[in-house]
């Protein structure tokens, strides 16, 4: 069991074209800017247009998956949860402006650090805060308010919850 293996069966995924492509996001991927910190599972956002792409990458993805734990699919034994692009206008940025990475020797990409700050700020529980305050050594400041400008709600709450933490 390792992130490594979940990554190749996802890299095969999309070699198969089962997917056409996807960023790694959460705690795997902020690992490529800091310590690495625990997790238990693997989050993507897999790349779709329409609703019914959707749901035909989910059913040839179960295809492929070894099982199922609620919202995650298992691949070697890891569960990961994939979220469709086609959720929130920031998902899909998140991958178009992903980095590329390793993870267990494996090329991967992986969420740039002013996106991982932006959805660690979206679920805002406390163990988002503290890798929120630990990426801010690494976020170009700039990049991060012009994030903010695009995708915090009207009422700016992305934006206060960040500056309760700095």
Do not use: C, W
């Amino acid at each position: 069991m390792s992130f490594a293996s979940a990554i190749r069966s996802l890299n095969a995924l999309k070699r198969r074209r089962v997917i056409r492509d996807y960023v790694v996001i959460g705690a795997v991927a902020a690992t490529a800017y800091m310590e690495p910190v625990f997790t238990e599972d693997l989050d993507v956002v897999v790349l779709v247009d329409t609703d019914d792409e959707y749901r035909q990458v989910f059913q040839r993805v179960a295809e492929y998956a070894e099982g199922r734990e609620g919202m995650h699919y298992l691949f070697s034994g890891i569960p990961v949860q994939m979220f469709p692009s086609t959720t929130k206008p920031l998902y899909r940025d998140t991958l178009e402006k992903a980095h590329p990475a390793r993870v267990g020797g494996l090329r991967v990409k992986v969420a740039a650090p002013e996106h991982l700050a932006l959805l660690y700020l979206e679920a805002f529980r406390d163990k988002d805060k503290l890798r929120i305050v630990r990426l801010l050594g690494v976020v170009d400041r700039n990049l991060l308010r012009t994030l903010l400008e695009r995708f915090d709600d009207e009422r700016g709450t992305l934006a206060r919850r960040l500056q309760t933490l700095l």
